[in-house]
């Protein structure tokens, strides 16, 4: 199987888009961590605003309701000192392509360096970025059920500030895996890392074909699958999966797969908790859970910026290598 | 009019002729093969040198744009497209706009054929009213019309009651009925196979059932009607097998594949390529391997193109917002050359699958030189090679996901009833 590498890399090997983990190497990944890791301190100084977008226009082509990826790419990019235009298109499914070659190209006219794309199409970000003018890029903030991949990234981010290190780690990814962009790109992440041992969880109605071929060991008892777990993501149920024969109700799914007190036990006892929000309390997390010191939800929003900050910087060309070495005062 | 053709190596799986020699066409029908006819003189000579002269072919699925709307492709851009790839017939499923539910659309059909006049088109008129699945067809007049057979195309019968209850009909007017077999709440949303690939692409999947539980049905309803069934572009390695079993326990079935599904995988898709987008979905390797086999011993009778030429409209859009189909005519004959090359067929085998079988699947005294048959004919040089630019396709649909293919065979003559219709007379 082969990549988008051909698509996302230019000839040098750069970042040039950034649509999806899958196929990124090891080392370019670390590199976004570590890029990310000298952005995290920017949020700490009186002026958060480092000059390296000064002058670039990045406009946030959002296809599909969401509020914080829009806002925190919103944030990077002003941090960064970029002009932002917030384009906010409510589609239905019945959108027409032409259309969205139409306002890309209406867009583009407007000397736009980026777009941040958001779309209910899976591989929408990947339509665009074969149509943009040479010099523009773009950033996946979610396609269909394809890719996700700064949300992957921000949780690579949160683990690593947790965790020593990748290798030995445990990792369960808990809940609608079929229609998740997010657990796509976090297998993805993770496995590239070096993560030897991903579990998904959930009943075989939310479970993908042959999503072994990822990497990844396919559980159906939750129980089972916390054993010995050292991070713990869960995904949001979307209300509509009633309607299509997945569940058959919220209160069952939360017997069946909520992540409650007694449950998390189960897990090591320096297990972290995530979601990429927003929460469901009680459908897929106990509140105490998700108010507890294992969770680091509130956490993963904040590394959101950070990660966001290093993607468009490093696509848009603006950083050489890893910022860490010279910044100042990274934020540890 | 005369026409002799000379030292062409004439392959005739209808009458199991391979053999050199000359061809005698005397008003529209063939007079004379491989025997010298006294006295001939042609009007018209051309010398098949190093060339093969064969059964112009007849493709059971292809479509030639909308009939109500002067859109990009029309029957007479397609029909040049098709004559110029050797096809002589072509059979148009009902789900056009308008339907062919009624004995006035497959006369609007009939006489832009009449007018465009360079391939045969046959239409296969509807099974229910509209096709929408609740009514039955006037089946008896679109037969009377001229259909050669009927179908639901893609679209849902409501109920198998309603689909016995047609089927019962079909049989009682003697009709075969056109089965493209595909349970649409399995098929749900999607757009590609399920499996490894639909996983890692995001794209909403079509399970393997979507198609194995209708072919299922329709064979116990065939079964229990006695309808003669024919099963369109099979693409599972499983129905398949199911057409093997009901053949040898004698039901009168046959079934075809698409050019696509013998040369394409679910891998093609990778990379949301668009021109793979295809209705039914390509399947694994093992699925191609079987509709390989399948076409070896005998399983699958026919192969079609199911050629459906779209505006770039209709596929310059994310993956799942664009319309399956492919524009595939013009390489329908390559690539069943090509399998001869590769050895999977013999040349008659190869061309039978495209000229005498789907004539027999028609019941229609077509696709075979036999002496006063109608000279529907064409002489191919099966060494000239040339690689597929969709620019270049005569087709106005570019969206063939042939593009760049190097490919072996092109046809020098095409004649529909002893007329030259490729190339164009200057």
């Not at chain 1, 199987?1 to 090891?26: A, V």
């Not at chain 1, 914080?68 to 970029?82: E, Y």
């Not at chain 1, 079929?178 to 070096?194: E, F």
């Not at chain 2, 909308?66 to 790839?85: M, N, P, T, V, Y």
Request: aromatic letters at 4%; proline letters at 4%; a negative charge.
């Amino acid at each position: 199987m082969t990549g988008n590498n051909h698509i996302q890399l230019d000839s040098n090997g750069r970042l040039k888009h950034f649509l999806t983990t899958e196929g990124l190497s090891r080392q370019l990944l670390v590199e976004i961590l570590d890029n990310a890791e000298s952005f995290a301190g920017v949020a700490h100084r009186a002026v958060k605003k480092v000059p390296l977008l000064r002058g670039k226009t990045i406009v946030n082509l959002f296809f599909e309701p969401s509020t914080r990826t829009s806002t925190t790419f919103d944030l990077a990019a002003n941090r960064l000192s970029a002009d932002v235009v917030n384009v906010n298109l409510a589609t239905s499914s019945t959108s027409k392509g032409e259309s969205l070659l139409d306002t890309l190209h209406t867009l583009e006219a407007m000397h736009t360096d980026m777009f941040v794309v958001r779309h209910s199409s899976s591989g929408a970000a990947h339509f665009i970025a074969g149509h943009v003018a040479p010099h523009v890029s773009v950033i996946n903030a979610g396609d269909g059920q394809h890719a996700h991949p700064t949300q992957a990234m921000l949780d690579m981010f949160t683990i690593r500030r947790h965790k020593r290190s990748f290798e030995t780690l445990t990792v369960a990814i808990v809940g609608d895996i079929m229609h998740s962009r997010v657990a796509r790109s976090d297998i993805h992440a993770l496995k590239t890392l070096g993560v030897n041992d991903v579990r998904v969880v959930g009943p075989k109605t939310l479970m993908p074909a042959d999503i072994e071929s990822l990497g990844v060991r396919v559980f159906d008892n939750l129980d089972n699958a916390l054993q010995q777990v050292d991070v713990i993501i869960m995904l949001r149920l979307q209300k509509e999966r009633m309607l299509s024969a997945s569940i058959p109700s919220e209160s069952e799914y939360f017997r069946r797969y909520g992540l409650t007190q007694t449950r998390l036990r189960l897990a090591k006892p320096d297990a972290i908790v995530m979601h990429p929000g927003p929460i469901n309390r009680g459908i897929e997390i106990e509140s105490s859970v998700a108010d507890s010191n294992q969770s680091v939800i509130l956490q993963q929003v904040s590394h959101g910026i950070a990660i966001r900050m290093a993607v468009m910087a490093m696509t848009l060309g603006s950083l050489s290598g890893s910022l860490a070495k010279n910044d100042e005062n990274p934020d540890n | 009019m005369k026409i002799q053709i000379t030292n062409g190596r004439i392959i005739d799986p209808a009458n199991g002729l391979d053999l050199i020699g000359s061809v005698y066409i005397e008003d529209g029908v063939i007079l004379s093969v491989g025997k010298a006819v006294a006295g001939f003189k042609p009007q018209h000579l051309i010398d098949a040198t190093d060339q093969w002269v064969c059964p112009g072919l007849i493709d059971l699925s292809a479509r030639f744009g909308d009939h109500a709307q002067q859109g990009l492709a029309s029957i007479a851009s397609e029909s040049i497209a098709a004559a110029s790839a050797g096809v002589t017939t072509v059979c148009c499923p009902p789900d056009t706009s308008p339907v062919i539910d009624t004995p006035a659309v497959v006369e609007l059909i009939n006489q832009r054929a009449a007018r465009s006049g360079k391939t045969r088109i046959f239409t296969i008129g509807a099974l229910t009213h509209g096709l929408a699945g609740d009514r039955l067809a006037e089946m008896y007049s679109l037969q009377q019309a001229g259909c050669v057979a009927v179908s639901n195309a893609n679209r849902p019968v409501a109920s198998n009651e309603i689909l016995r209850r047609a089927f019962e009909y079909a049989a009682s007017t003697n009709l075969t009925v056109f089965i493209q077999a595909e349970d649409h709440t399995l098929r749900n949303q999607g757009v590609i196979n399920e499996g490894a690939f639909s996983t890692r692409l995001g794209l909403p999947p079509i399970p393997e059932t979507a198609e194995t539980v209708a072919v299922s049905t329709a064979l116990l309803l065939a079964e229990q009607t006695g309808v003669r069934a024919h099963f369109c572009r099979l693409s599972t390695a499983r129905a398949v097998n199911m057409i093997a079993r009901a053949k040898q326990s004698g039901l009168p079935v046959t079934a075809d594949v698409d050019i696509c599904h013998l040369y394409l995988t679910e891998q093609d898709v990778d990379g949301y390529n668009v021109n793979c987008h295809l209705s039914p979905p390509l399947r694994r390797l093992e699925d191609q391997q079987a509709l390989i086999q399948g076409l070896i011993d005998g399983t699958i009778d026919a192969v079609v193109s199911d050629h459906y030429p779209l505006s770039e409209d209709a596929k310059v859009a994310p993956f799942n917002l664009t319309r399956p189909g492919a524009s595939t005519i013009e390489m329908l004959l390559p690539l069943m050359l090509d399998m001869v090359t590769r050895k999977q067929l013999s040349t008659l085998q190869a061309l039978e699958k495209v000229t005498s079988n789907p004539a027999r699947i028609l019941d229609q005294n077509l696709g075979s030189l036999g002496v006063g048959c109608l000279a529907d004919l064409i002489v191919i040089d099966p060494n000239q090679s040339w690689t597929v630019n969709r620019q270049n396709l005569r087709s106005a649909g570019k969206n063939t996901p042939f593009d760049g293919w190097e490919l072996m065979g092109k046809i020098t003559h095409t004649l529909l009833k002893g007329q030259t219709v490729y190339p164009a007379l200057e």
